[in-house]
Structures are given as structure tokens and as C-alpha cells.
């Protein structure tokens, strides 16, 4: 499933495409025909994510509400524009551009309150404006949940999936089951700042990277990572690897569905859990040079 950046990315290209226009919309897979309809030929006014959801709302009232789940995707090209291929969902067209979206979970035009309430059930976004951290941490301090289920529920802390949920977790040297009650105020004030870099990150290059300059390929003299996310990270999918900071073997386990990945020396939990750290900063990958480079300090 797309992190929560991919969706702001998406809100950035489809406003670069279409905001400001007239757009014609329309459903060549059938299944989207009336809400394509009440969307056609009006004016794109604003486009926006939280979390994993993407809004665009339209001018004359009513916004697109578009969750890519686990496989949606959304193409785009320029003109001349050429028949749909496949099972497209909802086609957004002009004279110069078009956007075909594919396979998502949920397509749908809500009213303003229906946004309004959907905005309302879910958690703070990092990557807004006008999210408020103190709401995700109320939640966390209530709770006896591994902190590594509460990171990824879309109620408590909105756009975490699994990718930015390990590397946090590794980067705060906090172990993923933890239970929420037990994080301290500091250490999640970190794991906040942490993300909001990490996932800005994400927004301008499209990548996942969260190693320290000291653990990039290049200083390591390792091979570079080959996994479909796009990056170099410390834990996720490394279970059964050595760790780059303190070469102990990584560790995998389910937890509410879903692959938890974390390193047993470098990360703990209650009484030999190690002091928190400053967050260290993602290095730049090498051939995304025209990307602003994050600061770093060491793990």
C-alpha cells in the first residue's frame, strides 16, 4: 500500500495537470459513470491529501475522494492523448494532459460535509500544515498497544505505512512493541520531527531513504538496495540481514497483519531499552542530486 507521501505527490501532479482548468472526466471502465459525470466540465479549484487519501475539490461543490489501497495507481501522459487501455477507473483529461487511475479501493465524490467527515476520523498528518502532533500522542499515552500498532492505525497518526513505521521505530531506537503508555513525550516529540523530514523527503524525490551518510552504499562498500520501495533503509524487508549499525541479525514478526522488522541490539523496549537519540537525518542518494539533502547526524 502507497505511504502517505505518494498521495501528497499525487495531489501536487494532478493539480499541476488540471488545477485551475476546466476538466473533462469520464468512466471507460464503467464503474465510476455518475460520479464522473457530476465532475465533468467543471473547474479543478484545489487538490490535497491526508494522510492515504486523496481530496480534489471541484468547483460548483464536491470532491474527489480517491485511497489507492494496496494496488490503485494513477498514470499520466500528455497529449496527443490516447484511448484508455485496461480498467480504468476514472480518466481526468484536457487539451494537454491526462490522468488514468487503475485498481484503487475506493473512487468517490463527497459532499463538504462528508469530507469534513472523513478528515475528522482520521489522525494527524505530518506532511499538513495544520496537523497537531499532541492529538496523535494523546492517543499513543492512553494506550497499551505495541507503539508499532498504533504507528500504523490511520486514526491515531494518518500517511505511516509499514516502511516509514520500521525505520522510525529503528531511527528512535524504540522497539516496536512497546506499549504506547510507555513512550516518553521526548521520544515520540523525535519519532514526529523524524517524519515529517523523512516524509518530506519522500514528497520531492519520490524515495524512501533513511540511512545516515555513514551507512550509504558508497561508505560502506556494500551493494545498493534492489527492492521495489525505492531505497536505502535500515530494517524493513531486511529480516535475516545484518544490521548496518551494529551488525546484529534483523528480526521479523506479525503483528496485526502485518510485518513488523527490527533489530534486537539496536532497538529496545522496558528497562534495557537505550537512551532515545537525536533522529539522524536521511543521506541523498546519489542520483537524486537536484533533491534538497536532509541533515545528518550519526546513528
Not at 494532478?14 to 471502465?29: I, L, M, N, Y
Not at 504507528?151 to 529503528?170: H, I, K, P, T
Not at 549499525?245 to 533489530?263: K, M, Q
Not at 537512551?275 to 539533502?293: D, F, M
Amino acid at each position: 500500500m502507497p505511504e502517505g507521501h505518494t498521495l501528497h505527490r499525487l495531489a501536487n501532479d494532478v493539480w499541476d495537470a488540471f488545477g485551475g482548468r476546466v476538466v473533462r472526466a469520464s468512466s471507460p471502465q464503467g464503474r465510476f459513470v455518475d460520479g464522473a459525470a457530476l465532475l465533468d466540465g467543471r473547474v479543478l479549484r484545489h487538490t490535497e491529501a491526508h494522510g492515504k487519501h486523496f481530496l480534489a475539490e471541484f468547483e460548483g461543490g464536491g470532491w474527489l475522494h480517491i485511497h489507492l489501497g494496496l494496488i490503485g495507481k494513477v498514470d499520466f501522459g500528455t497529449a496527443p492523448i490516447p484511448e484508455p487501455v485496461g480498467q480504468v477507473r476514472l480518466r481526468l483529461q484536457n487539451d494537454a494532459a491526462y490522468a488514468d487511475l487503475r485498481g484503487a479501493t475506493v473512487c468517490e465524490v463527497l459532499t463538504d460535509g462528508e469530507r469534513e467527515a472523513l478528515i475528522a476520523r482520521l489522525g494527524p498528518d505530518p506532511l499538513r500544515d495544520d496537523a497537531d502532533p499532541d492529538l496523535a500522542w494523546k492517543r499513543i499515552q492512553r494506550s497499551k498497544l505495541p507503539i508499532g500498532q498504533l504507528l500504523m492505525d490511520q486514526e491515531v497518526l494518518s500517511g505511516v505505512g509499514n516502511v516509514y513505521r520500521a525505520e522510525v521505530l529503528f531511527r528512535a531506537k524504540l522497539h516496536p512493541m512497546t506499549p504506547g503508555h510507555l513512550v516518553k513525550r521526548r521520544e515520540w516529540q523525535g519519532m514526529w520531527s523524524d517524519l515529517l523530514e523523512l516524509m518530506k523527503y519522500g514528497v520531492e524525490t519520490g524515495r524512501i531513504d533513511t540511512v545516515a551518510d555513514d551507512h550509504t552504499p558508497e561508505a560502506m562498500g556494500r551493494d545498493p538496495r534492489q527492492d521495489d520501495h525505492g531505497g536505502e533503509v535500515y530494517v524493513y524487508r531486511r529480516h535475516g540481514q545484518h544490521c548496518h549499525v551494529c551488525d546484529s541479525v534483523i528480526r521479523t514478526e506479525i503483528l496485526a497483519g502485518r510485518n513488523l522488522f527490527w533489530c534486537p541490539k539496536c532497538q529496545r523496549t522496558g528497562l534495557t531499552r537505550k537512551p532515545p537519540i537525536a533522529p539522524a537525518k536521511p543521506a541523498r542518494p546519489a542520483r537524486r542530486q537536484a533533491a534538497k539533502k536532509p541533515s545528518v547526524k550519526k546513528l
